[in-house]
Antibody
């Protein structure tokens, strides 16, 4: 069965770094783009970043550009989100989700989420 | 960036009611619009994609319509499981953007 499992969430101070992982199984990983979506406590959903199936393209929301980097290791079926210069407003549950693009169902499978808390 | 505006923000209804949620885009997104249901503490669940396509396994009481800038999600007969928060998502171009959410409450 399709599974996406996030890990790496933690409590960190502002300005510090954190790396999240999204481990996938149960599908042909190299044919799917992987997205990160976050949700601040009590707030709505915010799209964060995407990486193409082959890693050739990456896009970010403006608020994380220059601070976050998305990458993937297709040999390990894993996507990473390197988060640098963390801010209090980055506090959220971070989900990864898959999408093969075009007429495919967007975000048909999600992980369970990992909580990132940025606080002094 | 494309702004997505959902209405209403909160909706009170009873089991068996028919309800409609609207999502408006600040510019055309074609049919690249999806709807999700999220229950507290859980990841969102895809209901509708490409504006009107029902995702596999989703009950037929859910339906979507619209194109361009105005879209609707209709639940024909509310079930207890449907009291949750609903989000639209435009995936016409990056950055993808979600609506702010509609909380469906029990009246």
């Amino acid at each position: 069965q399709v599974q996406l499992v996030e890990s790496g969430g933690d409590v960190v101070q502002p300005g510090r770094s954190l790396r999240l992982s999204c481990a996938a199984s149960g599908f042909t990983f190299g044919t799917y783009g992987i997205h990160w979506v976050r949700q601040a406590p009590g707030k709505g959903l915010e799209w964060v970043a995407v990486i193409w199936p082959d890693g050739s393209n990456k896009y970010y929301t403006d608020s994380v550009k220059g601070r976050f980097t998305i990458s993937r290791d297709n040999s390990k079926n894993t996507v990473f989100l390197q988060m640098n210069s963390l801010r209090v407003e980055d506090t959220a549950v971070y989900y990864c989700a898959r999408f093969c693009g075009g007429d495919c169902s967007p975000f048909d499978y999600w992980g369970q989420g990992t909580l990132v808390t940025v606080s002094s | 960036d494309i702004q997505m505006t959902q209405s209403p923000s909160t909706l009170s209804a009873s089991v068996g009611d028919r309800v409609t949620i609207t999502c408006r885009a600040s510019q055309s997104v074609g049919s690249w619009l999806a709807w999700y249901r999220q229950k507290p503490g859980l990841a969102p669940n895809l209901l509708i994609y490409k504006a009107s396509n029902l995702e596999g396994g989703v009950p037929s009481r859910f339906s979507g319509s619209g194109s361009g800038t105005e879209f609707t999600l209709t639940v024909s007969s509310l079930q207890p499981d449907d009291f949750a928060t609903y989000y639209c998502l435009q995936y016409n171009g990056f950055p993808y953007t979600f609506g702010q959410g509609t909380k469906l409450e029990i009246k």
